[in-house]
């Protein structure tokens, strides 16, 4: 067992469209100026994103790794703002669907890297495919990104659901975005954790709210991280906090990480 392993936090949501991708790449420089050592895959294999939140334009991807022609070192993207990216490949419909050889390879992969990293962030991608449910197991913290709309709702609970029923998982780390006000905040939260605890008798971890800012997609067109360019808005501010909670929350080295990643692809496969 090694002795320092980086802590794995996947994020996902379910529905697409709800926050994860820029929840992630803003979190990553929070990570960052924390003095934190950050890779930040993007899983997203059908629909990548991160490489043009961060203004960096990848050579290589996941792809070129699964294929045999380069290594993970090769493929990595040093970006400015001082994360790491592994980036997917856009549109590329055979890796929608990981085999086991594919998903063990990423695994050996990865964890050549374990003594470069502090945290290693996963962008998911939406849905709930087994990609997703794959890499979610493998992680320590599984981070869910909702907002207020009952569908968004429906399809985290779902993942939840899944997560929970098939692979055991029993944090839920909660992340509620694009709120107006506290109180769309609390009753989004309120929602999802009933029917947690009522169907899977499940308590669900609140690690906090994202308010609404329409300066987010101004960020995302000028391809500079928001975070950067509004260090002292509500979101970043929030942001920062919901950064301080998760690296508070105790997390069992001995369940989650690479080895365990293997253990899972093995068993589930
Ligand atoms: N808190 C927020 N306030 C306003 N817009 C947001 C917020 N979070 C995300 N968005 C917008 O929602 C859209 C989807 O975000 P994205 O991160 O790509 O979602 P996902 O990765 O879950 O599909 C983007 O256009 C982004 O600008
Ligand atoms: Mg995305």
């Given amino acids: ?119 290693f962030l996963i962008d998911t991608g939406a849905g709930i495919s087994d990609n997703v449910t794959f890499f979610c197991s493998a992680a320590h913290d599984n981070v869910i990104i909702l907002n207020s709309e009952p569908t968004s709702i429906a399809d985290a609970y779902a993942l939840i659901k899944v997560l929970h029923k098939e692979y055991g998982e029993k944090n839920f780390r909660i992340v509620i975005n694009s709120v107006k006000n506290s109180k769309e905040a609390k009753d989004t939260f309120r929602k999802i954790s009933l029917v947690s605890e009522r169907f899977l008798g499940l308590s669900l971890d609140y690690l906090g709210a994202l308010p609404f800012d329409d300066k987010i997609k101004d960020a995302i067109i000028s391809q500079k991280p928001y975070v950067s360019l509004f260090p002292t808005s509500d979101f970043s501010k929030k942001l920062r906090d919901i950064a301080k909670e998760l690296l508070n929350r105790e997390v069992n080295f001995l369940k989650g990480g690479m080895q365990f990643f293997l253990k899972r692809a093995l068993q589930v496969g």
């Fill in 1 to 119: 067992m090694k002795t320092k392993v980086p802590r794995i936090i996947a994020v996902s949501s379910g529905k697409g469209g709800v926050g994860k991708t820029n929840f992630v790449t803003n979190i990553a420089l929070i990570f960052k100026s924390m003095q934190k050592r950050v890779l930040l895959m993007d899983a997203d294999v059908g629909l990548s994103n991160i490489d043009i939140m961060f203004g960096v334009a990848p050579k290589y991807n996941i792809k070129h790794l699964l294929l045999g022609e380069k290594s993970i070192k090769d493929i990595i993207v040093n970006s400015m703002q001082g994360v790491d990216i592994i980036p997917a490949s856009s549109g590329i419909r055979e890796l929608t669907q990981l085999t086991l050889d594919q998903k063990m390879k990423i695994i050996t992969e990865l964890e050549s890297l374990d003594e470069n990293y502090d945290i």
